[in-house]
């Protein structure tokens, strides 16, 4: 139940950031909120590895979805060294690409195909 809720919270918090990602495209302000989204989502995405880390060990099933989350990590702490460096080149696309990830996700956990790990969680 946990792991869900932290899937659901990380793809909520890429969701709302392609929305302030659109505000800074169309206004001057939009990069406030842009840039606090971005502090969000990585702070969710440390709480999804960690509460997939805690989930895996009382199950001992498969090291799959840490290595999701972990690679989630990787990519959101790319995502915002870009963002900061204001290459947008690469951040667009790898927001979208972030974005179609949670998306996948979430569609993981929510029909059958599900490891030990998601099925006990």
Known sequence: MFLRIAIIGQAVAVFVQAITA????SSPHGGALHSAGSYTLWVV???????TILAWRPGGGSPKPIMYAVGFFVLTNAQVALGIAHVEAVHIPLGVLLFGLSVLQ????????????????
């Open 22 to 25: 659109g505000l800074v495209l």
């Open 45 to 51: 995405v440390v709480v999804h590895v960690i509460v």
């Open 106 to 121: 979430l569609i993981w956990i929510w029909t059958g195909r599900r490891t030990p790990l998601t099925a006990s969680a």
